[in-house]
């Protein structure tokens, strides 16, 4: 079955630093590849996502690059704030399954 | 995207008791799901909520320990049977419109310690 791999499990970043986190797979039948974030006391909210026949995706601060041939993607966050001290988890999908990632704890330092 | 809704948002529980909990969606979503996340650790998953049948497990849970209903396409149930210590995790519901490469929605989760 599909087995994600994240890292690093924590990272501290100066704020308006740049932050990135990557996860690896193993089945390369995996199509989709979102990323959440979790706040404390919160459920994980999707921040972006990225499809099989994208390389790259990018929504302001936020971008996800994704390698197919390597089965890699990483989530790359700049200028950051310390509202994105949060657990973010990176996902891959397989029709309806989603295996998630072990989770990385962000946090942005004032 | 669909707003979830899980009630309770915590309890704390006496061992060998259960705990039903609820998961509304504002709108009718095609699949339903049910995690469980232990204190700093990753989302397992412990079935798919099938509307008008039995709900489908995944190995290391059973019906009998995590009965699961969905009478509609907006509200699901996950029991949590004759607790105990171990229990003690979060549990979230999550929703997805449909297949194929498209994200789930989870709700906040319900907070669950048992004594």
């Known amino acids: 079955g599909e087995n994600v791999e994240q890292h690093p499990s924590t990272l501290s970043v100066q704020e308006g630093d740049s932050a990135v986190i990557k996860c690896t797979y193993s089945?390369?039948?995996?199509?989709?590849f979102p990323w959440y974030k979790q706040e404390l006391g919160k459920g994980p909210q999707l921040i972006i996502d990225?499809?099989?026949?994208?390389g790259e995706k990018k929504d302001q601060r936020i971008a996800v690059t994704l390698n197919k041939t390597a089965k890699h993607f990483s989530l790359h966050i700049t200028e950051t704030q310390p509202e994105d001290s949060a657990v973010y988890f990176c996902?891959?999908?397989?029709?309806?399954?989603?295996?998630f990632g072990t989770g990385t704890s962000l946090t942005v330092i004032p | 995207s669909a707003v979830i809704s899980q009630k309770p948002s915590r309890d704390i529980c006496q061992r060998g008791t259960s705990l039903t909990i609820q998961c509304q969606v504002d709108?009718?979503?095609?699949?339903m799901f049910w995690y469980r996340q232990q204190p700093g650790q990753s989302l397992t998953l412990i079935a798919t909520a099938n509307q008008g049948s039995e709900a489908t497990y995944e190995s290391g849970f059973v019906i009998d320990k995590f009965p699961i209903s969905r009478p509609n396409l907006t509200f699901s149930t996950l029991t949590v049977s004759n607790m105990s210590p171990e229990d003690s995790s979060i549990y979230l519901c999550?929703?997805?419109?449909?297949?194929?490469?498209?994200?789930?929605?989870f709700g906040d989760g319900t907070r669950l310690s048992i004594l």
């Open positions: 089945d390369s039948a995996s199509n989709y």
């Open positions: 709108s009718q979503v095609t699949m």
């Open positions: 990225i499809r099989s026949n994208v």
């Open positions: 996902a891959a999908s397989i029709g309806n399954q989603f295996h």
């Open positions: 999550s929703v997805r419109d449909r297949g194929g490469s498209q994200p789930q929605h």
